[in-house]
């Protein structure tokens, strides 16, 4: 499917290609024909699939006919539970809106009322509003719902968990009854379903599944990192050494993506960065490249790599762990795609010790720790089974007895079919590597 499918005014259409979208994504591609002909739509969807164009584009393509009614009261009003969110649509409003006349505004709480009742004050196509403070507006008669032709609901679940319930209601109410209802919300229970009943007239449901990844295809694994010099040392060992055909290097933040690119490039890497402050076409340019094989090292931030499809990634490498476990799934589910089997491996320093419990509890499993010969950690990391187990500490829980799990020290793989990687390391002292069972993590 295309976007000029959808028959949208040249205006937006136009709009799309500069910011470089070259197809729908699946809600868009479900929503946008079904929001066109007017039907009320419940879609289950969250962020990151796309679900804000899903409704800004065909609320754009109505503002391109005339009003029927009078009045200056907005035409389109999209609720949200957070600030952050109105942000992003207001954003995307603009963005989308660019090459059209659209007089658009946020009503959010926590604002000066001065500047929203100048908003209101004179005609407004499309509002972005936090339910609260819309309320407020509206008791004291200060905005006019007549003309509301669509009412979207976004993060629906969100704003009945933060107690909005009644205010959606009400507001719901002052809006014409023949209005069109869009409804999205990431999680559908029932008090959303109820939600649904109340405000949706003979909805179309659409049903966008959260990415599944079964990560049964790839293997992960996890180094321990002293400190970043460290990380860079064991992130060229991998690269260099090993079989990594095409991999994404993950950091934390959008610097640091820069700055990894820069100094692999400077390496002779062929590299690239993709991070959430690249245009929209520089990052689809940069995608377009790793799928052709020009690059074979790609250093992201989450923000960019969210839903990212390339075939035949054999490895990601988290160089730094994420904050969300989610975003674990998320990162390592870009290998091992269609099928194909992938490596994913994470550092993760002392001060990420945090994090990795937490993947690891989401996960249901322990990240079997690896090291590489003369580039094993000074210090061995102190997993959540050893802090429980109380005094003793790592080592001297271990202490004159190797477990089965731990690596061999002659290159060879270890008793319990551990692999080790490169040379043997000539001297170190005692290294022990405990992987505390799954049952352990709960
Ligand atoms: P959303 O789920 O609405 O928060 O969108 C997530 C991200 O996807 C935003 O950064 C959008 O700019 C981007 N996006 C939306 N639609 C498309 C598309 N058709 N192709 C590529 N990126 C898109």
Redesign the pocket.
Known sequence: MT?TQFELAAQITQA?SE???????P??SQAIPMALSGRDILAS??????????FVLPALQRLTVRSTQRGIGPRILVLTPTRELAK?ITD?VR?YGRHMRVRSGVILGGMPYREQLRLLSSPVDIIVATPGRLIDHLERGKINLSRVEVLVLDEADRMLDMGFSEDVDKIAAACPPERQTLMFSATMDRETSRLAARLLNNPERIEIAPEKITADHIEQRLHVADDLSHKHRLLRHLIDNHDVRKAIIFSATKRDTDSLAVELKAEGHSVAALH?DMT?GAR?KTIEAMRRGKIRLLVATD?AA??LDVSGISHVINFDLPKAAEDYVHRIGRTGRAGASGIAISFASIKELSYLERIERYIGKSLPEEQIPGLEPVRPMQRLSTRKSGSGGINSRYAGKRPASAPARNGKPGAAGKKTWGKPRKSSGPVVVYRPAASDMN
Do not use: M
């Open positions: 976007f799309i910011c470089g979208y070259e197809k729908p994504t809600i868009q969807a969250q962020t990151g699939t796309g679900k804000t164009a899903a992003q995307a963005l959430g929209q689809n923000v969210r839903g």
